[in-house]
């Protein structure tokens, strides 16, 4: 990170780093309250329009908690892809299902984590709101997110070293966070923004859209943890999103689609202060992926409403485990005949022969390679789920 990398204003947060001499970090100010609307007003306005547009279309879901599930896993998949992990939708649903990694890579665990973290987040801010938000939620999120891992840190608590981003010397660094010892004095300020939700009175409405894209580079531009930053930081908007009562948006497939320019504009919040450029890109971000939400959902009912009228055709009861399963299955598209049992609260032999059905149906299938934890695959879902 060079001195002239950074704008006037950044160069004045410049500080030395202690353990390296020569080297300088930035501690930021705080969240800005007010962003200027010249130049994003637009993407803005069609994000916002777009998560009522989300809220509508999912009321007319018949099951909207059956695809909620599925997205869920997938952002832990997309944004942890991000990082560089390789696990995919199929792995991640067949290692929830059997609790066993045998043949998946290595790092399922982690994405797995994600999820965990994620539903401890939305569980906890859909009580209190945003005031639940605050360092023991954050602090929290980490340690889910590594637990089990071979994170060699103090998990669930702030770095006690210097970081840097890019770079595999703190010299060439794209960016040098601020000194750990400023790190919770940083997260201090970053949780009084988020905590500090405006009005209706007020003359200067924030944008809820607005406030994620400030609250996610200032986490990013902070780097509070030796490792696992950037999925924190996108934890935090859907938790946001949820704390004031809309649902969830998932980006990280757009993030990660258009990942070298998601670290450009962050870079530009992080070197400059380039505001207006990262909350378009943010924006935008927001309405593509409610978007792809509502496709995906409607692909998903779609394919829900296909099975049971093939179903139905066979003229079972109404109350077998056959009739019970596809809806089941679009929220759990990989399942072990154990799991069925207990989900649907029917005796083994009878999950294990409907499973066998569906098989026969060609609905599901069973992966050639296993030798253990046998798993039955509803391949069609993944596909919805894996398509962009």
Known sequence: MKKTDLSPARQKQLVPVTAHSGAF??????????????????????????????RVSTARLPNPNLVTRTFDRREAVRSSQIEGT???????????ATGSDEGLPADVLVTL???????????????????????????????NLMHGTDYRWNIGEYREIQNWIGGSKIYHARF??????????CMKELIEFLHDVPTEEDMFEVPI??????????????????????????LLLPIMLAAEGYLPVY?????????QEYYDRLAGVQLREEWQAWIQFFATAVEESVKESIHTASALEN???????????????????????????????????????????????AANNALIKLTEMGILNIPNDQQRNRTFVAYEAIDILNSR
């Not at 999820?115 to 929290?140: F, N, Q, W």
């Not at 980006?251 to 990942?259: F, P, S």
């Open 303 to 349: 394919l829900l409403r296909r099975w049971e009228k093939r179903i139905a055709e066979l003229r079972i009861r109404s109350d077998s485990a056959v009739n019970k399963l596809p809806q089941l299955l679009i929220g759990r598209p990989v399942v072990t005949a154990r799991q069925v049992e207990a989900e649907l609260g029917v005796s083994f032999p």
């Open 209 to 234: 859209v607005v406030r994620m894209a400030i609250a996610h580079a200032q986490f990013e531009t902070i780097h509070p943890f030796v490792d696992g930053n950037g999925r924190v930081g996108r």
């Open 25 to 54: 970090a930035v501690i930021p100010q705080a969240p800005p309250r007010f962003i200027p609307s010249k130049g994003i007003i637009k993407e803005v306005i069609h994000a916002h329009e777009a998560l009522g547009e989300l």
């Open 251 to 259: 980006i990280a497939g757009y993030l990660k689609n258009y990942q």
């Open 113 to 143: 984590n994600y999820v965990k973290a994620l539903e401890v987040g939305l569980d906890a801010v859909r009580g209190r709101g945003l005031l639940a938000l605050d360092e023991t939620l954050i602090k929290g999120l980490h340690r």
């Open 176 to 185: 040098v966070p601020p000194p750990y010892e400023q790190v919770p004095n």
């Open 86 to 96: 390789s696990s995919d939708m199929n792995q991640l649903f067949t290692y929830e």
